[in-house]
């Protein structure tokens, strides 16, 4: 399980202040992080007026809470696109699940803060995006296996593999598009990865 931290507690609750707060040291690294800014901990906490200590203790680490502010981006980025399917007449299953999975990957792709995170430090920024450091991963797996299991109760696909493993490829391949350049030098395009998912999809459980 992902460290239940101060922060990622506090951004669960509404209580504003006049002091900072962890959801204060949040909102603050958020902002540096969407204006192409590193984040060090140590100018955060002077800016906020409090101890390196504290802020420490309110969000673990530098990776868990880039976590969250990565996961505060992707969660609104998958909501819009759901919000979007959703608008769309008659449109299900493997169909549904894919039109939000390339808008999801393409509205990523284009984000320039993400770019510019990656270019800083490749190897360090694919670590908090792509493994459990950050906890990231785990949320991205939940949100995909929600989406799926959704889709399989209605009866709407019916895969051929667990909903486990089939949000974790789902997610792996979308990273594959998305960190291409990174990666192996590939040109980065959500359209290889929609077909990869839409073959994932589809058949009858054997």
């Not at 284009?110 to 190897?123: M, S, T």
């Not at 950050?134 to 991205?140: A, F, H, N, P, V």
């Not at 709407?156 to 997610?171: E, G, K, R, S, Y």
Request: glycine share 6%; with cysteine; net charge negative.
């Amino acid at each position: 399980m992902t460290r239940r931290t101060p922060l990622a507690i506090a951004l669960n609750e509404d209580s504003p202040g006049s002091r900072p707060t962890p959801v204060t040291a949040f909102q603050h690294a958020r902002q540096w992080w969407l204006k192409g800014q590193r984040l060090n901990l140590s100018a955060l906490a002077e800016e906020l007026g409090i101890g390196r200590a504290t802020l420490m203790r309110w969000v673990g680490n530098k990776e868990l809470l880039l976590g969250e502010i990565l996961w505060s981006l992707y969660k609104q980025v998958l909501e819009n696109a759901r919000a979007r399917a959703d608008e769309e007449s008659g449109l299900t299953g493997v169909d549904y699940l894919a039109r939000i999975y390339e808008q999801v990957n393409a509205e990523i792709i284009d984000a320039e803060p993400l770019h510019q995170f990656l270019r800083q430090d490749p190897q360090f920024a694919l670590r908090v995006l792509t493994s459990n450091v950050s906890g990231l991963q785990e949320r991205l797996l939940d949100a995909w296996k929600t989406l799926l299991d959704e889709q399989v109760e209605k009866g709407a696909i019916n895969p051929q593999m667990n909903t486990d493993d089939l949000a974790f490829f789902v997610v792996r391949i979308g990273e594959g598009a998305i960190y291409s350049d990174i990666i192996c030098g590939r040109e980065p395009a959500p359209e290889p990865a929609t077909k990869a998912f839409r073959l994932l999809l589809s058949g009858d459980r054997h």
